[in-house]
């Protein structure tokens, strides 16, 4: 298609940027926001310029944690939201990963069966299935530990079908060839298939990172001391003072904060993510 | 080096259905062997039953002298080029030829030489850093054949090498498939529906049809004096003529009538007004003419209807035959020509087509 108005793209062009506008201006004034000292947010005169605070406001955030709330600083918070969310991401993937595994390469009873169980679960997230959830992690003695807030998490079915999928994209002559030359399952998986999967895993990543970042429910529940809360939940203690000023600032600091890892990991495997979701051919 | 000997070879599928329907084959100690026949006649099953790829459901596989129906693919010494290459994606060719080797635990020193002396006879030295990805398919094909060559098995597998080539690279790795199993002197058993790849390659061809052999031996013989209907039309190209000898025409002039079908390869026939003793004769209308080069082929029907014989693959709709004539020759369509064939040169079948009648 051959086009070339000179103001045809305008209107669009527009309308795209107004799109753009809308979205990143809660984001840009966060920003702002955490620049300036927590009195000229509490007067009410929220400015659109950048102020002179920010480094001390992150400092205090990182370091020494919001004053009046939890003493908690921001640092150990992150830390405790990576833990998860990393153990999430690659737990997820390693599960998941060996069940399209066995589904498509291996001739077991009740192979089909077993899929179809898998997938069935992507109707029972973890909000429906909180209760007898909550009772097996306490029963098992895993209230407040990085295995309570993870090892519940991990089962995925959204990523045990796109491996199927892709799987099942693979030549069946390539796994004969690795029967013939010698290579048991084990040495497949790790020999070829591993190597064949790294966009997919990569694109997977991205998305279970930020998944697993982004938990608010559970982590609420099954975390009570502080050195095990994670950023998420953070913004919230922040923001919820009984009988003193929210410190906006480090509120606003700390979503700040909490945004840069997931905005990170997405940069950083753009190019492996966006390949791995269109990558047809092999 | 080794003999390859399927006794009574059988497959059935769960569901029944019976892809081979017991096969006996004797390949001997570096022979080329060569299973042709349509699609789903089972040669590729077949061939994977002696790859290990697949089960054998009853009878033998034996691969110099020990059975082999229970042994893994991999513990059976044979190596095997599959059609789509089936090359590793992510390992550099060195790797894709090395990784065998590896994985039985070979000494390095051991892979590098045979990796290298492989590359240096297929010509891939300038690629080993390559990914499969980065090779044209001709180049796709010498590795695949590499990965066989560096095992040293007693047996290679070919399954289709070819197909997935132009027809000019195709011709050229057909003959260097045959010069270097020739200079290897492994025991080789290739799958092709070509019948051209078939004739050119084997030593020992079995020609298949419905998972069963239909004739075995030398391709020369078999295009000679082809033991059913069903060989006389499947090898040779253009097929061969099969007219039924209850018509009036050919009746009279064929005397004896044990036989049922008359076959004539459309190179015995000349075009002549006489009628050569105990031969036969046609009055052709030409309908089509096909001008290759060396030679024409002359598309004629013949004046009275044809009573149709048992369909086969690639045989000729009823009353038309094809002649091939020198390529100077080029008679216009909607002539009358009679051609006619000398009596060596008929074949004659019994009305199913099963056996042959030996004049």
């Known amino acids: ?81 990576f833990i998860m969310a990393v153990g999430i991401a690659v737990g997820k993937i390693a599960i998941s990963i060996l069940s399209a595994y066995a589904i498509v390469f291996f001739n077991f009873p009740f192979r089909m069966a077993t899929f179809w169980t898998i997938f069935v679960t992507l109707m029972l997230p973890v909000e429906v299935r909180i209760f007898p959830t909550y009772k097996i992690t306490s029963d098992l003695h895993m209230l407040d530990s990085y295995s309570g807030l993870i090892l519940p998490l991990i089962a995925s079915a959204t990523a045990t079908l796109l491996f199927r999928q892709f799987f099942m994209t693979i030549p069946k002559e390539l796994v004969e060839a690795s029967k013939m030359d010698g290579a048991g399952p084990i040495r497949f998986f790790f020999d070829t ?19 697993g970042w982004n938990q608010y429910l559970w982590p609420l529940l099954i975390t009570t001391r502080d050195d095990m809360q994670t950023i998420v939940i953070g913004i919230k203690k922040i923001i919820d003072v009984k009988d003193a000023l929210t410190e906006w600032s480090v509120a606003m600091a700390t979503a700040v904060l909490a945004m840069l890892p997931p905005v990170a990991i997405v940069v950083l495997l753009q190019r492996l993510f966006v390949k791995g979701l269109i990558e047809t051919e092999k | 080096m080794a003999n390859v000997t399927l006794r009574n070879v059988r497959k059935a599928y769960p569901n029944g259905f019976e892809a081979i329907k017991g096969v006996d084959v004797d ?99 300038t690629m080993l850093d390559r990914k499969p990805g980065q090779l044209s398919g001709g180049q796709r094909q010498r590795v695949a054949m590499g990965r066989a060559i560096v095992r040293q098995p007693k047996v290679f597998l070919f399954d289709e090498p070819l197909s997935n080539l132009d027809a000019k690279l195709r011709i050229a790795m057909r003959v260097e498939i045959r010069k270097l199993q020739r200079r290897l002197n492994t025991t080789s058993i290739y799958v092709t529906h070509d019948q051209l790849e078939a004739m050119t390659l084997a030593d020992i061809l079995v020609v298949m049809n419905g998972g069963k052999v239909e004739q075995v031996g030398n391709p020369l013989a078999i295009y000679e004096k082809p033991a059913t209907t069903f060989v006389a039309s499947f090898i040779g190209a253009p097929p061969m003529n099969l007219m039924s000898t209850r018509a009036d025409e050919i009746k009279s002039q064929l005397g004896s009538a044990d036989a049922g079908i008359l076959g004539i390869r459309p190179e015995d026939f000349v075009i002549t007004d006489q009628t050569p003793a105990g031969g036969v004769a046609l009055a052709l209308t030409v309908e089509a003419i096909e001008r290759v080069g060396a030679e024409t082929f002359v598309y004629g029907t013949r004046a009275q209807d044809e009573q149709r014989i048992a369909a086969n693959p690639g045989e000729l709709p009823p009353g038309e035959v094809i002649v091939r004539i020198p390529g100077s020759e080029a008679p216009p369509i909607g002539q009358k020509i009679r051609v006619a064939a000398v009596r060596q040169k008929l074949h004659l079948f019994s009305d199913d087509g099963r056996t042959r009648i030996e004049a």
């Open chain 1, 1 to 81: 298609m051959v086009e070339h108005r000179r103001f045809g793209n305008l209107l669009p062009h527009l309308v795209l940027l107004a799109g753009v506008a809308v979205v990143a201006f809660p984001v840009y004034l966060a920003i702002i926001a955490s620049t300036h000292d927590n009195t000229v947010i509490a007067n009410g005169q929220m400015p659109l310029y950048p102020g002179s605070h920010a480094l001390e406001t992150y400092w205090n955030t990182i370091v020494s944690g919001a004053g009046r709330t939890t003493r908690e600083p921001v640092g150990s918070m992150l830390m405790a939201s």
């Open chain 2, 27 to 125: 390949v001997a100690d570096g022979q080329f062997c060569v299973l042709v026949g349509p699609s789903g006649c089972g040669k590729s099953t077949l061939l994977r039953m002696v790859a290990g790829l697949e089960t054998i459901s009853s009878g033998e596989i034996d691969i110099g002298g020990r059975v082999v129906n229970q042994v893994e693919p991999a513990d059976r010494d044979i190596a095997m080029v599959f059609q789509n290459y089936a090359l590793y994606p992510h390992m550099s060719v060195y790797n894709n030829m090395a990784y065998g080797l590896r994985n039985r635990g070979m000494p390095k020193p051991e892979i590098e030489t045979r990796v290298q002396e492989a590359a240096r006879i297929l010509e891939l030295g």
């Open chain 1, 193 to 211: 298939l591993l190597p064949l999967s790294v966009t997919n895993i990569a694109a997977l990543f991205v998305i279970l990172f930020i998944y």
